[in-house]
């Protein structure tokens, strides 16, 4: 058998460096700039692109109709980010560019600019060192597909692309009360944004084209153009309703803008499910081993299968079994050692649950090398678990387990025989319960990026919460 | 898995671009001209291999030491040392009859990233032997990382002696 063929026995650090440095979307970004700028010499192009280290600076683009708020919400990203804004006006407003100078000229002729010249200003303005370091914001801009398809030619390409949509006749309305302060060019509204400060309000005057016929000329003209550029920018559109306070449309703008979009990288899930008893763990881990072929560690199972086999840990497991206490960590983990080293568990991913139930598990876990790279608790709420747990029986017959109120049994000659385990008392619950509840915050502490999940819904709701927190990258923490 | 790390960026990159063919050809030129996802290959088998606390610091330095060995010609740092090759080499003569095929050793090259699934190599018929094997894994490194003063600088020389000596 030939050996550079077999499959490769990766030591399971490699991967976790690499998803926890996120090497694969350092390499995609060099590589795109390479691909985009093809310079003649690509090493101390390399260096360059290293140290600089924007991959992750804002590069959103803010497109809507007129008086939807696009200049507001890209003045507060911009203070926000701490980014850079470009629009038309201040495009041209530039000093010392000879395009810029052009643009005016041509402006104050035909009220209009030609395509290429607003493409070339916007990566002159895109070439220059803050725009380089602090990212970048285009307000309204592109304003048709010609100027979207010419941007992309040139390597610009945003990471967020933000659609403001709100009813033609609210956007008539809206922008009838629309003024400018013509000192810091913010832009107020009578009804919904009026300044406190009195100076300012005697400032304020109307801006040109605010009139009715006007905007309904204007929305035309946006609605066919805006049908044209979406589908330049696939996945990374999020279209926000206008309709709704500024502060609302800026949150929801923010939280989207700093999010991380799914990349290609490599990913073997190693999925940690905590929980009280009964929230549904083994069920959830069932579930997500059957679709994703990951391998099902249940701690409870995995012990009981030692002391069946009677293994050497099995025995030193067995007393304690007995007496209906917890064993010693370093022997469960031993067991568990046995099962995550073997090929298949670091090649699939693995779904754990049943273990670390405390803080000190935990460490000796992570000592040992096993680091999950998601973690979900699900909380439920006391009377539900009572509710889960205690209508739970067992046909002694048949062995077939039922649920009085989920699975009920077939006939009433089969409930009549029916038998509860000791251990679904509600004191024996309670107890567990408690000595859950006690360990969790530390847990939770421990795992800082944990994700929490509300585990009193139907079983495939949950599922699909797990699922969205397993697929979709981390959230940053934001500083 | 740096191979396969290697094909998801090469589909993802060529699946984002416009259908435009004249520039994903100059495109596509551009990459094979320059060599780009071997050395790319390379970066990320070293970054996974080494695991540096600070990765970025760590990818700066070997393209700094890769530049100045382009320019002064001097030894540049090889990720697979002599005793690696060799090492390589018995596992594919799993016979130890003292050569190996030549198609173990297209796929050995491959595996390395040193040579593109299409590059035609010629078989001269005779198995590869050991020192041909090591001779050709150091030959094809070195093009990778653009040693541009062929064979017969006095730097290539004392650097393939420096290899060759176990």
């Given amino acids: ?78 203070k926000h980010l701490n980014s850079n804004l470009l629009s038309v006006e201040s495009l041209m407003a530039k000093e010392y560019s000879s395009l810029a100078a052009d643009a005016r000229t041509r402006y104050q002729k035909f009220q209009t600019l030609p395509d290429m010249l607003l493409v070339r200003l916007v990566q002159e303005r895109l070439r220059e060192e803050d725009c380089v370091r602090r990212g970048w914001i285009l307000d309204g801009i592109p304003e048709t597909r010609e100027q979207a398809l010419l941007i992309q030619t040139l390597g610009v390409s945003p990471r967020h692309v933000i659609v ?22 913010e832009i107020y509204h009578t009804t919904f944004d009026w300044p406190p400060e009195s100076e300012i309000q005697n400032r304020l005057i109307a801006p040109a084209g605010i009139s009715e016929g006007e905007t309904a000329r204007r929305l035309l003209e946006y609605h066919r153009n805006i049908v044209r550029i979406l589908p330049s920018y696939p996945k990374i559109v999020k279209v926000i309703t206008a309709d709704q306070p500024c502060v609302d449309v800026f949150y929801q703008a923010l939280t989207y803008v700093q999010t991380i979009h799914r990349s290609n990288a490599p990913f073997t899930p190693r999925v940690l499910l905590c929980g009280p008893v009964g929230s549904g763990k083994s069920l959830q881990a069932a579930l997500l081993a059957e679709k994703y072929g990951l391998v099902n560690v249940c701690c409870g199972q995995l012990l009981k299968e030692a002391m069946a086999d009677k293994s050497k840990y099995g025995e030193m497991i067995r007393p304690f079994f007995e007496k209906e206490t917890a064993g010693p960590s370093y022997i469960i983990m031993k067991v568990l050692r046995q099962l995550l080293d073997q090929q298949d568990c670091a090649e699939r991913g693995w779904v754990l649950h049943g273990f670390p139930r405390d803080r000190d598990q935990a460490c000796l876990m992570d000592s040992m090398g096993y680091k999950p790279n998601r973690v979900f608790f699900l909380n439920v709420p006391f009377d539900s678990i009572i509710e889960r747990l205690t209508l739970r029986r067992t046909d002694p017959v048949t062995g077939e387990r039922s649920h009085l109120m989920y699975k009920p049994p077939p006939t009433m000659e089969i409930q009549a025989r029916l038998l509860q385990s000791p251990k679904d008392s509600e004191e024996q619950i ?35 919460y797990i699922e969205s927190g397993i697929i979709n990258p981390l959230p940053k923490k934001v500083p | 898995m740096a191979v396969t790390l290697r094909g998801r960026l090469a589909t993802s990159q060529f699946g984002a671009m416009e259908a435009n063919s004249s520039r994903e050809l100059e495109a596509r030129n551009y990459l094979e ?74 796929e050995a090259l491959k595996t390395l990233g040193l040579c593109t699934a299409d590059e035609v190599l ?12 090591m001779c050709e894994v150091n030959k094809k490194t070195q093009e990778i990382c653009g040693k541009t003063k062929g064979k017969d600088s006095e730097s290539y020389r004392s650097a393939a002696e420096l290899l060759l000596l176990h």
């Fill in chain 2, 122 to 133: 010629k078989d001269d018929g005779h198995g590869i032997t050991c020192e041909k094997f």
């Fill in chain 1, 164 to 185: 403001l949509s709100a009813p033609d006749t609210v956007l008539i309305e809206r922008n009838l009360g629309k003024r400018i302060d013509p000192q810091t060019g």
């Fill in chain 1, 1 to 78: 058998m030939d050996a550079t063929t077999a499959p490769h026995r990766i030591p399971p650090e490699m991967p976790q460096y690499g998803e926890a440095n996120h090497v694969f979307e350092l390499m995609q970004n060099m590589l795109e700039q390479l691909l985009i700028q093809q310079p003649e010499d690509p090493i101390p192009f390399m260096i360059e692109h290293l140290q600089r280290d924007n991959d992750y600076v804002p590069k959103i683009v803010i497109l809507g109709p007129p008086a939807s708020g696009k200049t507001t919400i890209a003045m507060w990203l911009r």
């Fill in chain 1, 430 to 464: 309670r107890l567990r319960t408690e000595l859950f509840y006690r360990n969790s915050a530390e847990l939770q502490e421990f795992y800082g990026q944990a994700i929490t999940l509300n585990g009193d819904q139907d079983p495939y709701t949950v599922f699909e």
């Fill in chain 2, 33 to 106: 001209k320059h060599r780009i996802m071997e050395l790319l290959t390379y970066l990320a088998s070293a970054l996974l291999f080494f695991r540096p606390e600070k990765p970025r610091e760590y990818l700066i330095s070997i393209l700094e030491r890769l530049r100045t060995a382009k320019v002064s010609g001097v030894a540049f740092p090889f990720f697979m040392d002599n005793s690696n090759i060799a090492a390589m080499f018995q596992m594919l003569d799993s016979s130890n009859k003292g050569s190996i095929s030549f198609i173990q050793y297209k």
